[in-house]
């Protein structure tokens, strides 16, 4: 089992961005989804968690410019981000909380490249 992400890449200031991470293998059940971002020099940061009953929770920079979203039966999860800031440059993490057979686990994907240019 393992998470793969995409979407990343470089951007304008004011420009968007849609973040796609999708659970490969077979799991019993998904919880939590989200996205972490790690600038350099920084320590990784909540972006936005999303439970499998579509709340959600945005780290407070986010300022309503994100939107979290998931796709129970895809097992996906996406992340779309407007407005996008110079200060949003970070390499972004997907990750989820999957239910093998015995306990659950965090998973981590491998990490997406977000710049944005002023």
């Known amino acids: 089992v393992q998470l793969q992400a995409s979407g990343g890449g470089v951007v304008q200031a004011g420009g968007s961005l849609n973040l796609s991470c999708s659970v490969l293998?077979?799991?019993?059940?998904?919880?939590?989804m989200g996205w972490y971002r790690q600038a350099p020099g920084e320590q990784r940061e909540l972006v936005a968690d999303i439970n499998s009953g579509g709340t959600a929770i945005y780290g407070d920079f986010v300022k309503g410019r994100f939107t979290i979203s998931r796709d129970n039966a895809k097992k996906t999860v996406s992340l779309q981000m407007e407005n996008l800031k110079t200060d949003d440059t970070a390499v972004y993490y997907c990750?989820?909380?999957?239910w093998g057979r015995g306990d659950p686990s965090q998973y981590w994907g491998q990490g997406t490249q977000v710049t944005v240019s002023s």
């Open positions: 990750h989820a909380l999957l």
């Open positions: 293998g077979s799991v019993f059940n998904i919880g939590v």
